[in-house]
């Protein structure tokens, strides 16, 4: 693997930082103008004068920028061509690491010492002297000093002896200022600060270094590269950076504990040394490229170590470093990552007898087999409830991580699942977990992308992150016994999740209602289910509490009906639900959290934190009386609040509204009252009328009749008389 580009950046980042870094001087001194002389002077605006090459600082004194003076004893004079030499460059003694000087003499007049130390040139160096009239430099047992004793600027390379003591009160160990030395044992005082760059490096020698006592928390470029002697490093527990290349070359280091501050580790920090594993703690954010398991080859070639193995949390740094890449520089990790209790898990089985029966590994623990690695190729894979004549009651981390099977059932009699046991298993979409289970380890299930259905049997403990990047799960059940899920969140990457069941046992934390979370009281809502059916959700009546987080990112979610019981609201409970336009709120809620509702994730949010993350959710309106708890929410969040309504149906309705509309409609009815009075009122006078008129007609019709009768009766008597006086005339 040809890494050219990467190496050859490495080096040039080590070029520019040693070129580019500021100049140490004890006196405060403004940068330089280089200064031409009349006659002598360079096209570079430098002057040769003997072996020194100079230029004029800014006070018109001389810096001396080379040396090519061949004497093994130099004197750096006073004075050049009558000017006072006051300072030496950076490569004030030659600029290859090969000059010949075994002791120099500094004048009195120096008083500024290139940070990059010009000394670091001299790798023949016995002995510095300067004059005890100096200003600005001192000398304690032939170590250069600011005068003051706060800086330790020069440890001559092979200055006699193995064992050196830097002294209390020292603050800061400047650029390569123990550098290249003979010494194989160096201690340091609990006043030291700050360490350059190099401090340490090339000692050949040097057994250990040990910055616990003191409060260093940069260790600077290259800290002790090249110190392949060097078996035991330990730096402050304060420290946050292990800068490029700090051990890079310790061949004989084997062990490392990385402080629980460190943010950032550098580039080839630990390449070429004789680590075979790290443990990286979740306060590191950034890890470089080959940082760690990359020896040199003898192309001049970096390779990685695919044995390596690197020890962290799930999703961090340490992580994404195990299996990172880059086109670029033609590189890609492939080392082995383990959780820090898979990591202990992997020691503890160390020490165990395992043994093999069919398709398992697994180890004897007290009489119970325990399951180290399953091998099985079966689609639907039912564990066998015994292995050596034994009961199979739990397994080890990552002990299912390489089964293919989609379905996988555990026998009635096992108990515990350790950390990530089915870790990344990619074909796996349901797990049938038995009643007699007691835990599922943190990690159990993360990254199986295509698990769907879970039943968590007995469980009564679930770890952190169980279900972290299940992003098939529809539906989970637990046992009423379960009493922790080890997070605020336990479900928060399960994307597809419509239904979370509380099922059978007793005695435990949770319950759930028609697919959604709650406590054991049913009091407190815990988790509605991102993807939950349907985009309105009524509340239970008598739920007195939303949880942190229950609704965040339920996207589908248009409307929630909060009961009057309603007393609390988590933070960011209706977070980025970014369909939820509107919610009512009762005068009974008394506490509302951070971003609770009314507030989305921000598009453009990265995790740059110039960027804001929460945005005021667009459209978004609160319905609640003036002067309660929401209200004043609303106002300070300046969301848009809505006082003097009510709800009807769906519909949040204008109480004046209302009140308008049934004036209307009482005035309505009252019209149609009178209207209606009032036509019965002329109905009544008709009908009497009517009365009394059918009442007389009948009366002169029967008198007519009676008249008629009365005078055919009388005709017929008239009648009867003319006869009989017709025949009394006939008998007269």
Avoid at 59 to 64: E, G, L, P, R, V
Avoid at 673 to 699: F, N, Q, W, Y
Wanted: net charge negative.
């Amino acid at each position: 693997m040809q890494r050219y580009k990467k190496l050859t950046a490495f080096l040039a980042s080590l070029v520019i930082c040693l070129s580019a870094a500021p100049v140490y001087a004890p006196t405060v001194i403004t940068d330089a103008a280089v200064v031409a002389v009349a006659d002598g002077t360079e096209d570079n605006g430098t002057k040769t004068s003997g072996s020194f090459t100079y230029s004029m600082t800014h006070d018109n004194t001389i810096c001396i920028d080379d040396c090519t003076s061949t004497d093994k004893d130099l004197v750096i004079p006073a004075e050049i061509d009558g000017i006072a030499v006051t300072e030496l460059g950076m490569k004030a003694f030659g600029n290859t690491p090969d000059q010949v000087y075994e002791t120099i003499t500094l004048p009195d007049s120096i008083n500024y010492i290139s940070s990059n130390n010009p000394f670091i040139y001299c790798p023949s160096l016995k002995e510095i002297k300067v004059g005890s009239r100096n200003a600005d430099f001192c000398l304690k047992d032939g170590v250069l000093f600011s005068k003051d004793m706060k800086t330790l600027v020069c440890y001559p390379p092979k200055k006699t002896g193995s064992s050196y003591t830097v002294p209390d009160g020292v603050e800061t160990i400047a650029t390569a200022g123990i550098y290249s030395t003979e010494l194989s044992e160096i201690k340091l005082p609990s006043s030291l600060r700050s360490v350059g760059d190099y401090a340490f490096s090339t000692n050949h020698n040097l057994r250990a270094i040990d910055l616990t006592g003191t409060a260093v928390t940069d260790t600077g470029i290259a800290l002790c590269a090249d110190c392949p002697a060097l078996t035991e490093a330990k730096l402050c527990p304060d420290t946050t950076i292990i800068d490029m290349g700090a051990f890079w070359g310790c061949t004989s280091l084997a062990e490392i504990e990385i402080p629980g501050k460190v943010t950032t580790i550098g580039q080839n920090a630990f390449m070429d040394t004789a680590l075979t594993e790290v443990r990286i703690p979740t306060s590191v954010t950034k890890i470089d490229y080959c940082a760690f398991g990359y020896k040199s080859g003898t192309d001049g070639n970096s390779y990685p170590d695919d044995s390596f193995v690197i020890v962290g949390a799930v999703n961090s740094a340490a992580a994404i470093y195990a299996h990172d890449s880059d086109t670029e520089y033609d590189y890609q990790n492939n080392f082995t990552f383990m959780t820090e209790n898979e990591y202990i898990s992997k020691k503890e089985l160390a020490a165990l007898d395992k043994a093999t029966e069919g398709d398992y590994t697994y180890a004897m623990v007290d009489g119970e087999a325990l399951i180290v690695q399953c091998n099985a190729s079966d689609s639907d894979l039912k564990v066998p409830a015994e292995l050596g004549g034994m009961p199979v009651t739990g397994a080890f981390p990552a002990a299912f991580s390489t089964c293919t099977a989609e379905r996988i059932t555990l026998p009635e009699g096992f108990k515990k699942l350790r950390e990530m046991s089915f870790y990344n298993c990619t074909y796996l979409k349901e797990v049938v977990l038995p009643q007699s289970m007691e835990s599922v380890g943190n990690n159990c299930f993360d990254s199986c992308y295509l698990l769907e259905t879970v039943d968590c049997g007995g469980a009564s403990e679930i770890g952190t992150q169980a279900f972290y990047n299940c992003e098939s799960l529809r539906s989970i059940t637990f046992s009423g016994s379960c009493k922790d899920f080890g997070s605020d969140m336990p479900f928060d990457t399960c994307t597809s999740l419509e239904d979370i069941n509380v099922s059978g046992g007793s005695g435990g934390d949770y319950s759930s209602k028609d697919g959604v979370l709650f406590d054991a009281s049913g009091d407190k809502l815990i988790e509605y289910p991102v993807n939950h059916a349907g985009s309105v959700y009524k509340v239970p009546k008598g739920t007195k509490e939303i949880a942190d987080y229950a609704f965040t990112g339920c996207q589908n979610i248009k409307d929630v009906v909060l009961p009057k019981s309603l007393r609390s609201i988590g933070n960011y409970a209706f977070y980025n639900c970014t369909s939820l336009k509107k919610l009512r709120a009762y005068k009974g809620l008394k506490e509302i959290g951070t971003a609770a509702f009314g507030y989305d994730l921000n598009p453009s949010f990265t995790g740059d934190t110039s960027v804001e993350k929460d945005i005021p959710a667009e459209d978004f309106k609160l319905y609640a009386p003036k002067g309660s708890k929401a209200y004043d929410y609303a106002k300070d969040n300046d969301i848009d609040v809505i006082t003097g309504t009510v709800r009807i149906g769906n519909k949040n309705i204008s109480i004046a509204i209302i009140v308008l509309i049934g004036a209307v409609v009482l005035a309505l009815i009252c019209a149609v009252i009178l209207a209606v009075l009032k036509k019965r009122g002329k109905s009544g006078e008709d009908k009497e009328k009517s009365a009394k008129k059918e009442k007389t007609a009948p009366g002169k019709k029967e008198s007519g009749k009676k008249a008629a009768e009365k005078k055919e009766s009388e005709k017929k008597e008239t009648g009867k008389k003319s006869k009989g006086e017709d025949n009394k005339d006939e008998d007269k």
